[in-house]
């Protein structure tokens, strides 16, 4: 047991019958991920918490239920700020959802709430305030979304991922605590004969992930496909490509043609095989393959998710800035940059090796374990 938590174990000598705590997060796996890994902290260190996590009916792709915690299903969709036809639906979507939030926050009565963003978050955030339940949100990018700058004038605290979120919520000091981004326990280092076993690929081989995000990224997709197209014959190089859905059956097809060792995805659960091999990333910006990056410290070439705010954008800066990541706009992003900087890095390593040294004077934070300790202290 950690000493420091031991005047907070078990919780059951402190307030009588099970503590119990709810976790609510919007439908992205940048969202989600995170609260599977702090889930796992409760889990791991808490034996005597009863936990639920609430997530929006379009999040079940990523097969949460498999993760072993009760899962609440809301029917809740994202707010925009017009007026159509999809925006007065999604608008009443959002009414109903808020309605099954308010019956399960009833029949779990929580203890704590812990929000991981998204407008998904909002009605069990605010029920909580309203009925003085603790309430904790964690922001995974740089710079906070609508939903938590909203949120955190609600909450009790605020953890982020970022030590620069802080600029951006300078009226909210005291509230803010930096826990660094929870990653899953199932993202191990895995030794690199077996993550070569586990994708019959080969061990003298450059090898290149490409990821676009929990949805793929068509762009992405598209670019990588054309500059590895015009590759010579030969290279030493391999690739793993997760492509989401919808370029699965295109680039099944063009990658057939190629004389090139593809690994093609629609999406990988075992994610960290693929991780534990990467010489080089090509993926989003997201918070949590920014977390996932430092924890493997895998070198990258980042390309912002374009939308949203430009959240991405911030989260690229930071990493560019510190010397291991290459950002590029996607607004930017072409094929034969693409490909000289394949043939760049495939004929001088060591310039990929300087980029992963440099993650070593990054700070990696006991995310999910830090961000259990601090809402199981506020209880």
Not at 49 to 55: C, D, S
Not at 100 to 105: A, C, D
Not at 197 to 210: I, Q
Not at 242 to 249: F, L, N, R
């Amino acid at each position: 047991m950690n000493p420091a938590l031991a005047d907070k174990q078990p919780l059951a000598d402190r307030k009588r019958g099970r503590m119990k705590i709810l976790v609510v997060t919007g439908a992205s796996g940048g969202h989600i991920f995170p609260a599977i890994g702090f889930l796992e902290a409760l889990r791991d260190t808490y034996q005597d918490i009863e936990t639920l996590l609430v997530v929006p009916k379009r999040s079940l792709k990523f097969n949460i239920l498999s993760a072993g915690f009760r899962v609440a299903i809301i029917s809740t969709s994202t707010i925009r700020l017009s007026i159509t036809l999809k925006d007065i639906i999604a608008l009443f979507h959002f009414i109903q959802g808020a309605v099954e939030s308010l019956r399960i926050f009833l029949a779990f009565k929580p203890d704590a709430v812990v929000g991981f963003g998204g407008s998904d978050s909002i009605p069990l955030l605010l029920l909580a305030w309203m009925a003085r339940v603790k309430a904790v949100i964690h922001e995974q990018n740089c710079l906070p979304g609508r939903a938590n700058r909203f949120l955190v004038w609600f909450c009790d605290r605020m953890a982020i991922s970022f030590v620069e979120t802080r600029e951006f919520l300078k009226g909210h000091k005291d509230k803010i605590v930096v826990t660094g981004n929870p990653i899953r326990r199932s993202l191990k280092r895995i030794e690199r004969d077996e993550a070569l076993d586990f994708f019959g690929l080969e061990g003298d081989k450059f090898t290149v992930l490409v990821m676009g995000g929990s949805h793929g990224s068509h762009r992405i997709n598209i670019c990588f496909l054309e500059a590895v197209s015009g590759l010579k014959n030969g290279l030493a190089l391999q690739v793993i490509h997760i492509a989401g859905d919808e370029d699965y059956p295109l680039l099944e097809s063009e990658y057939g043609k190629l004389n090139l060792p593809v690994k093609l995805f629609r999406f990988l659960k075992e994610v960290q095989y693929a991780y534990s091999l990467a010489d080089l990333a090509i993926c989003r910006a997201g918070g949590t393959a920014i977390a996932e990056l430092l924890h493997f410290k895998i070198p990258a070439v980042i390309i912002p998710y374009p939308f949203a705010y430009r959240h991405q954008s911030y989260n690229a800066r930071v990493f560019q800035e510190k010397g291991c990541a290459l950002l590029v706009q996607e607004e930017e992003l072409e094929a034969q940059d693409l490909r000289r900087m394949l043939r760049e890095y495939l004929s001088a390593p060591e310039k990929l090796e300087k980029m992963r040294q440099v993650y070593q004077n990054i700070p990696e934070y006991r995310s999910s374990d830090l961000l259990a300790e601090l809402v199981v202290s506020l209880i």
